[in-house]
């Protein structure tokens, strides 16, 4: 009874071990299981030693046939969160999550980067990509972008409370201001992160109007805490970005009762927001299977939901009545 059991393990393992595992390496492997298995080692032991070769082959194979793809992205909670008890759970890092998962074909690795360092990469033809990107006409020249699959929250001006009665005057009856006129005060110092693209209208204001006296831009990695670190300590007088984020870092520093976001007449729409890869035959290639996904990701509750945590119930109504609209046709 053993025998006849034995003798039928080893014609099934062989026939399964052909499906599995590449010709070269079959006939030695097959030879060491059947002695194993005529000197009736215990079953546990036979399928151990099994499930370590048959992986270990799998994943030789597997690395051996996949390209990979090197995803960048820069140090900006609550986007991408790197550290603390949220890393990986930031808007960026559960799209970049939802688009890997669907690209099974592809080894994915991540770095961080600013985004000049971001574009210049896949400028240069690297097989790398982004996938948090937006457009500029610059970023057009030298990177190949997927179909829009999520649109952005709007960038405002971020500033101290203290700071309110400085704008005043700049202001509409709604609250509202435009950043090229308060670009030319000069007593209003801007922070921006260099590199980083907020829609081509403000790219444009703050290309035209910046010069020493008006405006900074820094080029640390973490593009924005270190922006909001200069404004609590009072060596800028503002900065931009999105009002979730602001929030976001404001609290981790300790400040959050003392920051408010000012509307910008130059962001009366929200922005789309796109994958990026070199213009390379490799790039067409990613971005032609991102562009299937994004057929369906766009209107994915999976994908437009990501920004629910980090807006107030308000932003969050208008958010998603603009998905609707913007995307949805």
Request: charged share 20%; with cysteine.
């Amino acid at each position: 009874m053993g025998a006849q059991r034995d003798r039928g393990t080893s014609r099934f393992s062989r026939r399964y071990f052909q499906r599995m595992l590449p010709a070269t390496r079959l006939s030695s492997f097959l030879n060491i299981i059947e002695v194993l298995v005529l000197k009736n080692l215990s079953l546990c032991v036979y399928a151990s030693f099994f499930l370590l070769f048959t992986l270990g082959f799998a994943s030789i194979s597997s690395a051996e046939d996949k390209d990979t793809i090197s995803w960048y992205h820069p140090d900006f909670p609550p986007v991408y969160i790197l550290e603390g008890p949220l890393a990986g759970t930031g808007v960026g890092d559960s799209i970049l999550a939802y688009f890997v998962e669907r690209m099974p074909g592809y080894h994915h690795e991540t770095r961080v980067a600013n985004f000049r360092r971001i574009i210049t990469t896949i400028a240069a033809g690297e097989e790398a990509c982004g996938i948090t990107l937006l457009k500029n006409a610059e970023r057009d020249k030298v990177v190949l972008f997927s179909d829009a699959f999520m649109i952005s929250p709007l960038n405002e001006i971020i500033t101290l409370k203290k700071n309110l009665s400085t704008f005043a005057p700049l202001m509409d009856a709604e609250g509202g201001v435009s950043l090229k006129s308060v670009m030319e005060k000069s007593e209003l110092m801007l922070g921006y992160s260099n590199g980083r693209s907020y829609s081509r209208k403000i790219d444009q204001i703050i290309k035209s109007s910046e010069n020493e006296k008006n405006s900074y831009a820094a080029s640390s990695l973490d593009i924005f805490v270190s922006l909001m670190k200069m404004l609590e300590r009072e060596r800028i007088e503002y900065t931009i970005g999105y009002g979730y984020e602001a929030m976001y870092v404001a609290r981790q520093l300790g400040f959050e009762a003392d920051v408010v976001a000012i509307p910008l007449h130059e962001q009366n729409s929200y922005i789309p927001v796109y994958a990026g890869c070199p213009k390379t035959d490799w790039g067409q290639k990613v971005i032609a299977q991102i562009n299937t996904i994004v057929k369906t990701a766009r209107l994915d509750p999976q994908v437009y939901g990501v920004y629910k945590p980090w807006l107030d119930p308000g932003s969050w109504e208008r958010y998603l009545k603009s998905v609707f609209q913007i995307l949805g046709g």
